[in-house]
């Protein structure tokens, strides 16, 4: 796999293969800028594909956590579950975790927020 760095402004870029799709197998390209130096661009490119070759790449999403328990995880649970208590959930993550932690991406969520949540409710 193979990268390249490109001034772009007054920044560095790099762009390298990625992971083909695993739905469609096209190929994709991934790109990250605002580096400040060449040397810095190409450390972190060799970094990324390091990455993508040991089966740490993550694709990036915006999802948000307010998203993924209204619209994915609610909906696999509603058979497993009484109906009472499919809706003290609901009822619970709209009144407290939504507003709290709602629009919190994804991936960004941690440890630290999920206990600073639990510290505050």
Not at 70 to 84: A, C, F, G, I, T
Request: hydrophobic share 35%; proline share 7%.
């Amino acid at each position: 796999m193979k990268g390249h760095v490109y001034r772009r402004g007054k920044t560095w870029t790099y762009k390298y293969d990625g992971p083909p799709d695993p739905l469609t197998g096209k190929r994709r390209m991934i790109t990250k800028g605002g580096f400040p130096s060449e040397r810095e661009a190409w450390r972190a490119v060799r970094q990324a594909i390091a990455d993508v070759e040991a089966g740490r790449f993550v694709t990036p999403s915006r999802r948000t956590l307010g998203d993924f328990l209204l619209n994915d995880w609610l909906p696999m649970v509603r058979n497993s579950l009484k109906p009472s208590t499919l809706a003290s959930y609901e009822d619970y993550i709209r009144a407290y975790v939504i507003p709290a932690l709602g629009s919190v991406k994804l991936q960004t969520l941690d440890a630290k927020r999920c206990n600073a949540f639990y510290e505050h409710c």
